[in-house]
């Protein structure tokens, strides 16, 4: 679970009505209304907008009257709890958009600059703004006429999410050293998101594990599974390369005229990672047509055509970039992230509920047992997602 969505809201939302600044309102007053102007932006703010729907950092949409007409950015406040060291966020950001930029650039890629994040400068030149107390702030350009999804429609729609995440691999592939920032320590560490479960059973700090037996030992008793991933990693089979490591579909940016995918967003958990964590993310969020909290698991299913969508989509536009082992692994990698998840649901219901927001009484356990019905599924169709793997060429 990652940052919040960035530069286009759902069916570009940020197209609707803002908020305007008014003389005495909460606006004018907001720390955000400040932070804006140390940005080096032409014009006058003329609106400001809080934007719905992050799940981290908090987000406005603001809007400049210049000499050139009205333009949109994003601005954002790093979140410090999430992400302990906002500038080593920014510094990454920095290299990977000057990364995909050139990439861009080289493969003479049409619009390159909406599909890619841009950052705009402060009035001294600095990449963020940083407040006396430590907080980062960022002004991002919006990317104009995309829209973003919340799922996957179609095996289509599928695999050209898909695509841009396997696009985005390759693009960064070459990035020159030394390795991205780990701007969240151990996110992808399954191992220890399962050791975390089991400490969280043994403290039962909110009384819950008496009537989360079923859960609790159909995520324990796939412990093998778990370490599946990471054992090779100490092997040497596999190695950590930069990856998305919050790789859903809502981190996709579509063109709204063409359903085209332009740019892959939410890049604060871009560190050194696994593709095989990424290509399990897109699973585990596009292969159930049902919602990540359902509490009908018996709606969960893993949907054979959409997972060959991605595995087609993410294979073809990463290319050489996945060696032959990450290819064959690719179910693995599905099952491996949707574990990951499930234990990390489950324990944080059993600590009651401190890290994910929740609507309502068991929403953390009902989002535990979709995850680990999608494993069920995933292990069921076992077979046939091997078989579709290894018969994409090569």
Not at 142 to 171: D, K, M, N, V, Y
Not at 370 to 390: F, K, P, W, Y
Request: with cysteine; glycine share 8%; net charge negative.
């Amino acid at each position: 679970m990652a940052p919040t969505r960035a530069i286009s809201g759902r069916e570009d939302e940020g197209a609707r009505a803002v908020g305007k600044l008014r003389p005495g309102s909460r606006l004018v007053t907001s720390p955000a209304t400040a932070v804006a102007g140390r940005f080096a932006t032409e014009g006058r703010l003329v609106s400001l907008e809080p934007q719905p729907g992050g799940h981290i950092n908090d987000s406005w949409m603001a809007v400049w009257d210049g000499p050139g007409g009205r333009r949109r950015f994003l601005l954002q406040h790093i979140n410090r709890f999430v992400f302990r060291k906002p500038e080593e966020v920014m510094e990454n950001l920095v290299r990977l958009t000057s990364q995909v930029t050139a990439q861009l650039v080289r493969e003479s890629v049409p619009e390159p600059e909406r599909r890619v994040l841009q950052l705009v400068p402060t009035r001294d030149g600095a990449t963020h703004h940083l407040e006396p107390d430590g907080e980062v702030w960022r002004l991002l350009v919006w990317i104009e006429g995309t829209r973003s999804t919340e799922r996957a429609e179609t095996p289509a729609q599928a695999r050209a999410a898909a695509g841009a995440f396997g696009s985005f691999l390759r693009q960064i592939a070459g990035l020159p050293g030394p390795p991205l920032h780990e701007t969240i320590p151990h996110f992808h560490d399954t191992p220890a998101r399962l050791a975390a479960l089991e400490r969280a059973v043994a403290e039962d700090t909110a009384g819950r594990v008496a009537d989360t037996r079923p859960e609790i030992e159909a995520i324990l008793d796939r412990r093998a599974l778990g370490h599946a991933l990471d054992d090779r990693v100490a092997g040497g089979e596999l190695a950590l390369r930069p990856t998305h490591n919050d790789a859903k579909i809502a981190n996709v940016l579509f063109d709204t005229a063409t359903g085209e995918p332009l740019c892959v967003v939410d890049l604060d958990t871009v560190m050194p990672g696994l593709a095989l964590h990424d290509f399990g993310d897109m699973v585990r969020s596009m292969v159930s047509d049902a919602a990540e909290d359902e509490p009908d698991c018996s709606r969960v299913e893993a949907r054979v055509p959409v997972f060959e969508a991605l595995a087609r989509g993410f294979t073809e536009a990463a290319g050489e970039a996945l060696s032959p082992l990450e290819r064959s692994l690719l179910p693995t990698g599905a099952l491996v992230i949707t574990l990951e998840q499930a234990a990390r649901f489950l324990a944080d219901h059993l600590e009651g509920d401190p890290y994910y927001r929740t609507s309502r009484p068991g929403h953390n356990l009902d989002r535990a047992r979709t995850q680990i019905r999608l494993v069920e599924s995933l292990e069921d169709h076992g077979a046939e997602l091997q078989r579709i793997v290894n018969a994409l060429p090569a």
